[in-house]
C-alpha cells in the first residue's frame, strides 16, 4: 500500500493516519491544544521548515481539522484555530500524552501537568465504555467487523 492511499483503507486507524499520522502534524495539533495558533509560532517552536509546516497546515485545513482565519490584511496574516472536527481529537492527543508520561517520563517526571478545570486536580485520562462506565483496557474489548468493513 502507498502511503497516499492509507486514507482509503476500510479501517479507521488508517483513515486517521492518513490526515494525522505524521510526527509533525502530530506535534502541530499538540500545540495547537496549547493555545498556539500562529505561522511564525509553530515554526518557531517545532523548527520545521517553513515548507513542510506550510504543507501540514495546509492538508490539517483542507481535512477539516483546523480553520485558517484572516487577523490581519496587510500584510495578509492567519491564525489556525482548531474545528470541532479537531478539538475531537483532544482524547487522541491526551492518550499519547499519557503513554509518553507513563512509559518515557524522565526521572524529573512529567514535563506538563494537565489540569481538570472542573475539580482543579491534575487527572489521567481514563479510557472508559460508553455503556457502562467501565475502565477500558485491550484486553476488555472484542472487535467484530461493522457494515464498512471490508467484504
Known sequence: MRWDEI??????VARTVGVIGDR???LILRDCFLGVRRFDDFQARLGVTRHVLADRLKKLVEEGILAKVKYEDRPPRYDYR??????????VIMAIVHWGDTHRV??????????????????????????????????????????????
Not at 486514507?7 to 479507521?12: I, L, P, R, T, V
Not at 474545528?83 to 481529537?89: F, V, Y
Request: proline residues 9%; contains cysteine; aromatic residues 4%.
Open 82 to 91: 482548531l474545528t470541532d472536527d479537531g478539538r475531537a481529537l483532544h482524547p
Open 106 to 151: 524522565t526521572k524529573k517526571g512529567r514535563p506538563l501537568l494537565h489540569t481538570h478545570k472542573t475539580c482543579g486536580h491534575v487527572f489521567d485520562p481514563v479510557m472508559t465504555c460508553s455503556h457502562c462506565a467501565e475502565p477500558l483496557t485491550a484486553r476488555a474489548v472484542e472487535v467484530r467487523p461493522g457494515p464498512g468493513a471490508a467484504a
Open 24 to 26: 509533525w502534524t502530530l
Open 7 to 12: 486514507g482509503n483503507e476500510a479501517c479507521s
